[in-house]
């Protein structure tokens, strides 16, 4: 890992692009989904948006209640 600075140094090729293994991780895998299969990477799993208002409760919540009694909550529901 160190050797290889992180995989900056290996190059490897992905949809036919050339890029270091540290670039595949950091975006090209991502770019790759979302020209593929956009609606699986825009979907739920990846905004917050998707659930609007329980989103802005929930950060109140947690605010106010504080990271343990909010973690207690999540894991009951």
Same mark, same amino acid.
């Not at 979302?34 to 609606?39: A, G, L, Q, Y």
């Given at each position: 890992?160190?050797?290889?600075?992180?995989? !900056? $140094?290996?190059?490897?090729?992905?949809?036919?692009?050339?890029? @270091?293994?540290? *670039?595949?991780?950091?975006?090209?895998?991502?770019?790759?989904? !979302? $020209?593929?299969?956009?609606?699986?990477?825009?979907?739920?799993? @990846?905004?917050? *948006?998707?659930?609007?208002?329980?989103?802005?409760?929930?950060?109140?919540?947690?605010?106010?209640?504080?990271?343990?009694?909010?973690?207690?909550?999540?894991?009951?529901?």
């Amino acid at each position: 890992y160190v050797g290889d600075d992180a995989g !900056r $140094k290996v190059r490897v090729k992905l949809d036919g692009k050339e890029m @270091t293994l540290y *670039e595949l991780w950091n975006k090209g895998l991502a770019a790759m989904i !979302r $020209k593929e299969d956009p609606s699986f990477w825009l979907g739920s799993w @990846t905004h917050v *948006e998707a659930i609007g208002d329980q989103a802005e409760v929930e950060q109140k919540l947690y605010r106010s209640e504080g990271a343990y009694q909010s973690f207690d909550r999540w894991m009951e529901e």
